[in-house]
């Protein structure tokens, strides 16, 4: 229970990879503040919130619906979060928003959609967890492994998690006196829902063969990466950590 007393925020905690974090991280003892964005997720976020009382009954869960593409909603969602459990000692941003098309096809509102979601998102959760992360915590944001790689038709989707890395470089610095880490993890393509509906069958098989053992992802591949880097990885920070199986070699 090393994280016993700890009180972790994740966004788009309730379901996918923010779902298997949330559940490593109570086993670790940590308390949950768990964010999801549409309306038609809070039925996961009630299920998964009873599963976790009932398998951890010592840790508090909360779950908060908010749209995270205005500053003003992310400030919401740790003000209610400080509200109902006096302090965040943890932050995970996994929210994102994938897209498959040629640059010739993307749209001004798929743009400007994709950089809220991926960017603008990603840097306002790092500045309020700047302000309100516990002395000695630990801010962590999903990004993509295609940071590492070339490729063509996600020219948005990469580029919008780009400047995360730099945004986390950045604030590692800022809060290096407090003794808080702030990374990223760069998945591969993952099994997930959201990774299936802009790929061909064709595709599935091409990126599941550039992965060790011939497969994608797994969220639990991912969510002990985080709970590592809550606890023994303490001395990580300012780093991008590509977790995906070879996928790309950076």
């Not at 086993?27 to 964005?37: D, E, F, K, V």
């Not at 702030?182 to 063969?209: R, W």
Request: hydrophobic share 40%; net charge neutral; with cysteine.
């Amino acid at each position: 229970m090393a994280l016993a007393g700890k009180v972790a925020l994740v966004t788009g905690g309730v379901k996918n990879l923010g779902a298997q974090v949330a559940r490593e991280l109570a086993a670790s003892g940590a308390s949950l503040a768990l964010h999801y964005n549409s309306v038609s997720s809070k039925s996961d976020g009630t299920k998964l919130e009873a599963e976790l009382k009932q398998k951890f009954p010592s840790i508090k869960v909360a779950i908060y619906q908010g749209d995270l593409t205005t500053a003003a909603a992310v400030t919401k969602l740790f003000e209610e979060t400080l509200r109902d459990f006096g302090k965040v000692d943890i932050v995970v941003n996994t929210v994102g928003k994938v897209l498959k098309k040629p640059i010739t096809e993307i749209t001004e509102e798929e743009y400007d959609s994709m950089f809220a979601i991926n960017s603008k998102a990603a840097f306002f959760v790092l500045k309020e967890a700047a302000k309100h992360v516990s002395d000695g915590g630990k801010i962590i944001t999903i990004v993509t492994a295609l940071l590492g790689a070339f490729t063509g038709f996600y020219t948005s989707y990469a580029g919008s998690k780009a400047p995360v890395e730099h945004f986390t470089r950045g604030v590692c610095k800022e809060l290096q006196s407090r003794r808080v880490s702030v990374n990223n993890i760069a998945p591969g393509p993952m099994d997930t829902p959201f990774f299936y509906p802009q790929e061909s069958p064709e595709a599935v098989e091409f990126h599941k063969a550039n992965g060790m053992g011939g497969r994608l992802t797994l969220v639990e591949d991912i969510a002990p990466i985080v709970r590592f880097l809550c606890t023994e990885g303490t001395w990580i920070t300012g780093q991008t950590i590509f977790a995906n199986g070879g996928y790309t070699t950076r």
